[in-house]
């Protein structure tokens, strides 16, 4: 038997599926006797519900039900319940859903949707952090005082838009900023993005005779949708069997619990019947979550050497109208507010906002990508101002091992990683020697850096589990509930186990699709924690069952189990490989010669949380946020003509410390994947409102994401300082691409331009705006 | 998903099809004409454009010709902009439809629909108001050749039920050397901000332009300006864009001052090619 190694490329092992079509996504599975549900929207931002007319809609031939906020007076959101799945008394953004038709066929429920006639009375919007913690802006929750805390470690601040404020403090970054020899003073924006995955978000629900609630949905967290569900709807989570199947992209936003409760709601409200929803593109930017917004003012002060010396930040997050992850994001600013640098006094405040905007929920970076632009733009500016590299500068103030991270926590090289290593590598990649820009004819040519860092910030508590059971012929089914969201996780854990096991990753099986019934409980397939948290669970079970096998085998050969081993399929004796037992003959239990047998089949069990996390202190942001870090380089080399403003982007690069790669081709893809998303926020994507809240860029005519012809050189490269704890030394590199890539292509534009660029994206007329004030 | 009924006809002939639109459009049926359906499906999905019957014109010859008439070139108004580029005989229109949406919707996206939908930058007009095009409309009276001159103005004016079967240009002005520019927010595959067609035809230079206006246009009086040459091309273009200033539109895809600072470089670049002899 041929044994995959981690470090192998293996092929994933949906390819065949997914090249030939057959694979098999949400909305895919549908059955005749299926009802569709359609979403009614608000068309105001911010307004009372004076009155809703559900008649005409009712009575269209088709249409078993239509469902207001009086049919569902749950309140749900995954830190504070603030949010109706469908808006009581109240809207507040344009495309809040307002109703549910569920009808016998889409064209019913298409057409009953536009007889649901709702009037407003319209109250003024707030768009923007800032407005809206303006002395008098209009509330969009009055009550939020009442609202239920779904986690301790949320301070939401009744009679303000505040819906949390969380502060961190490491020296005393006032004073120290006073006695600096330089301080960048610096504003910065992001807009609202949307993911924009493929597949847009899809669910199903049925109740069978018994109670159960069966639900098929687009989602990254299986086990999280039989919670909320289980708790919305009153029943235990054994009655509440969720299925995962493919998921065509999610980036984030297929992590919380949105459409499979209007799903269980529309399936309620018919008997139970099978009911779709699934969003067409305008809903899915529109209505569904977006990625957050924000405002950042930075401070960064250094002394005559370069040397960082104090920061200052206050983040305002644009959480939308509801809550929803933004307080989480908030905290993983907040942990990792500096960026990979060892700066001794920090001052840092996140205070998340409500406005009228579409709610926000976690987007690929969590945050990471707003708050490494407004770092690594203020790191270039200070660069610029000191006469330095920006490479060099970079250099002399990384965090190293040793140092404290904002969140004063001491960092070791198996946390931390290698940066220096990550930075002297991009370096080479894209000749930083050669220097950052040169002019040919109307063009320059220049290059842009970031650094960058990342940890989980999850729940103290995430956890994962993995059960390896043997088939008769000696191969290995496993059961593991990460969602193969697009990266091959499934195939990757397959070969983690392969790798454990010593056997060949083709006879260990995972199935595609997750089930709540039949795989146990995995946190979410989010954070970039997956490899790691699932990972180590799957290590956990190998040993179990290796144990067991060894027991087993220890019967057969008559010697000590501690004697033997297990790889290539057997179990051997150490001393003697050539005496072994197949496992394939002992998986079932040990049979003696006359058919007696002991034992029982093999089943290898393994269950891991995440460990001596904590939460942030409110006052002081201290605290661990997540087991390691991944850290890494990136820049950015663009062609930009100084005639029209426009740029080309030419070659982007990437050097992570991924710890250990454990399947290369798929970790270069994710990667690669992620630069590409960070590009195309840079570049081109930012939600845009009219004044009345309008999101004007609703479909994929107008919300550009990058084209594949407009794409990049791609240059990806590793390094590998092993994060002990984790499989095989790994790291999560699920998110990184996509992190420093706003910030790297604005500092490569801002230094071709000769100008400053700090509004997200980066457009040719943003350019123009500013260089308009100089002679061309 | 199109949340409304419509029924579905495919005449072989256009004077089928203009006699199906009056009795359709008498019966209240809202009738519209169909080609490669990428901006009527797309609008009816979200509830921005409604009808009742579509009358597919994809089986009329005279619809689905494209090739040479004698001196002149023939291009059906059901022809892709793929199929039109592949052709090589008119090479700006060509340049100009491999520049609207991406190479999937060029193989459905038909001249008629770019010519006659409401999505406001009609492109296509712009080679077509260059070289004179003769514009074939069918009505109740048969196919009646006009210049598009007539019957463009901004968008197209056609009686209630008329069909623009196709348009011809002659060789000489399909194949004059001409320029195309097209400036977009960043994403090349996106509308225009300006996109500026020139053809140049005994050493005078046509232009037309989309993007900058509500609508596409050639204003004769603006190519008298162009054509000044007592005057340097920057002040030209400088006084061709205070022309334009009142008109210039301004939206999520850029604000009126940028859209004229994009077209006054367009226009400097077909200047550019000129002088370097880059048009072909």
């Not at chain 1, 000749?431 to 729940?459: C, N």
């Not at chain 1, 995972?510 to 669970?537: E, I, N, Q, Y």
């Not at chain 1, 001596?612 to 003509?641: F, I, M, S």
């Not at chain 1, 240059?715 to 790297?744: C, D, K, S, Y």
Request: charged share 20%; glycine share 10%; hydrophobic share 40%.
């Amino acid at each position: 038997m041929e044994i995959t190694l981690a470090g192998a490329a293996v092929r994933r092992k949906d390819a065949r599926s997914k090249v030939t079509g057959t694979a098999v996504y949400t909305d895919d599975g549908r059955t005749p006797q299926m009802l569709t549900a359609k979403i009614v929207t608000s068309t105001c931002a911010h307004g009372l519900i004076r009155h809703t007319d559900i008649s005409r809609a009712a009575a269209l031939k088709g249409v078993c039900a239509v469902l207001t906020g009086a049919d569902a007076t749950m309140l749900c959101g995954p830190l504070l319940a603030d949010r109706p799945p469908l808006a009581q008394g109240k809207v507040r953004y344009f495309g809040e859903p307002v109703a549910l038709v569920i009808a016998e066929s889409d064209a019913a429920a298409a057409q009953a949707a536009l007889l649901v006639e709702v009037e407003y009375e319209p109250i003024r919007p707030v768009f923007t952090p800032s407005e809206a913690l303006r002395p008098g802006a209009p509330l969009l929750h009055e009550t939020l005082g009442a609202y239920k805390k779904v986690v301790d470690e949320i301070y939401p601040e009744p009679g303000t838009n505040v819906c949390d404020r969380i502060r961190l403090i490491k020296g005393d970054a006032q004073k120290a900023l006073l006695s600096c020899h330089t301080v960048i003073d610096a504003y910065y924006t992001h807009p609202p993005t949307d993911h924009a995955a493929l597949e847009t978000r899809a669910a199903q629900a049925r109740i069978d005779g018994d109670g159960v609630i069966h639900i098929t949905t687009s989602t990254q967290a299986p086990h999280e949708v039989q919670k909320e569900i289980a708790s919305l709807f009153g029943v235990d989570m054994g009655k509440v069997q969720v299925t995962a199947p493919f998921v065509g992209g999610a980036f984030g936003g297929k992590a919380g619990v949105d459409l499979e409760i209007l799903a269980v709601l529309a399936s309620r409200a018919v008997g139970g019947r099978p009911v779709r929803l699934a969003n067409t593109r305008e809903e899915d930017i529109a209505t569904s979550p977006v990625g957050i917004g924000a405002e950042v003012y930075v401070r960064l002060g250094a002394d005559n050497t370069g040397k960082f010396k104090a920061l200052e930040m206050r983040v305002l997050l644009d959480t939308g109208a509801y809550t929803d992850m933004g307080p989480r994001m908030a905290r993983a600013i907040l942990a990792d507010c500096t960026g990979p640098y060892n700066i001794e006094h920090v001052f840092c405040e996140c205070v998340t906002v409500y406005t009228n905007h579409t709610y926000a929920t976690s987007l690929r970076g969590f945050g990471h990508i707003t708050s490494t632009f407004c770092i690594e733009r203020t790191v270039d500016k200070l660069a610029a101002s000191l006469r330095r590299d920006p490479a060099a500068l970079r250099n002399i103030n990384l965090i190293r091992p040793g140092d404290t991270a904002p969140t004063n926590f001491t960092v070791t090289e198996s946390t931390l990683g290698n940066p220096e290593a990550c930075l002297e590598g991009l370096k080479k990649l894209i000749r930083w020697e050669e220097g950052p820009i040169r002019q040919e004819g109307k063009f320059v040519y220049a290059k842009g850096l970031a650094m960058i860092w990342k940890t989980s910030s999850s729940p103290p508590d995430a956890g994962s589990s993995a059960v390896l059971l043997f088939n008769d012929d000696g191969s290995v089914t496993l059961q593991v509930a990460c969602v193969e969201i697009g990266p091959a996780m499934r195939t990757t854990a397959a070969q983690i186990c392969a790798a454990a096991l010593g056997m060949d990753v083709q006879n260990v099986h995972v199935t595609m699709a997750v089930s709540t019934d039949a795989a146990p409980r995995h946190w979410k397939t989010v954070a970039s924690m997956t490899t790691f948290l699932l990972g180590r669970a799957i290590l956990s079970a190998v040993e179990d069952a290796k144990k067991q096998l060894r027991r087993l085998a220890a019967l057969s050969m008559r010697c000590a189990s501690e004697d033997l081993d297990v790889s290539g399929g057997r179990v051997s004796r150490r001393s003697d490989p050539a005496q072994y037992v197949e496992i394939k003959s002992i998986c079932r239990g040990y049979k003696f010669q006359h058919g007696n047998t002991v034992g029982g089949r093999v089943i290898g069990r393994g269950s891991v949380t995440m460990q001596n996390l904590t939460t942030l202190d409110r006052h002081t942001g201290h605290g661990r946020a997540g087991p390691y870090w991944t850290v890494g380089a990136q820049a950015v080399e663009v062609q930009y003509d100084t005639t029209d403003h426009s740029y080309r982007l030419l070659r982007a690069a990437t050097v992570l410390d991924a710890g250990k790669i454990i399947n290369p081709e798929a970790a270069h893809a994710v990667v690669r994947g992620g630069m590409a998303m960070g590009l195309s926020q840079a570049g081109r994507e930012g939600l845009e409102f009219d004044p009345s809240g309008r999101i004007l860029d609703s479909s994929l005519r107008s919300y550009k994401v990058m084209h594949f012809s407009q794409t990049p050189e791609y240059l990806t490269q590793f390094v590998e300082t092993p994060n002990v704890e984790g499989p095989f030394g790994a790291r999560g590199i699920g998110e990184h691409g996509a992190i420093g890539m706003p910030a790297a292509l604005a500092n490569a534009l801002s230094l071709a331009a000769r100008v400053s660029l700090d509004e997200l994206p980066v457009t040719p007329e943003k350019i123009w705006l500013i260089r308009s004030e100089k002679p061309l | 998903m199109i949340p409304f009924d419509f029924a579905y006809f495919r005449p072989d002939s256009a004077a089928e099809a203009v006699s199906l639109y009056q009795e359709l459009a008498r019966s209240g049926m809202e009738p519209v004409y169909y080609g490669g359906g990428s901006e009527l499906l797309t609008m009816a999905r979200v509830g921005n454009r409604r009808f009742g019957a579509v009358i597919d014109i994809k089986a009329i010859p005279d619809c689905t010709a494209i090739g040479e008439e004698g001196e002149r070139f023939y291009f059906g108004s059901a022809v892709s902009l793929g199929a039109i580029e592949r052709s090589g005989l008119f090479p700006l229109l060509g340049r100009t439809g491999a520049r609207i949406a991406d190479h999937t919707m060029q193989q459905r996206i038909t001249l008629g629909g770019n010519l006659a939908g409401t999505i406001r930058y009609r492109e296509c007009v712009l080679p077509l108001l260059l070289a004179d095009a003769g514009m074939t409309v069918f009505t109740n009276d048969g196919a009646q050749s006009v210049s598009i001159h007539q019957i463009f103005s901004g968008r197209l004016d056609l009686p209630t039920g008329a069909l623009l079967t196709g348009c011809s240009v002659s060789r000489e002005f399909a194949r004059a050397r001409h320029g195309h520019v097209k400036k977009t927010k960043n994403e090349k595959i996106d509308y225009p901000i300006a996109t500026v067609c020139a053809l140049e035809t005994d050493g005078y230079l046509r232009f037309a332009v989309s993007g900058v206006h509500e609508n596409p246009f050639r204003d004769m009086a603006l190519e008298e300006i162009l054509n000044d040459t007592r005057t340097v091309p920057r002040l030209r273009a400088d006084k061709i864009v205070e022309e334009l200033r009142p008109g210039a539109v301004s939206d999520v895809y850029g604000s009126s001052e940028y859209r004229l600072f994009a077209f006054k470089r367009a226009i400097m670049e077909i200047f550019a090619m000129e002088r370097e002899g880059a048009m072909v």
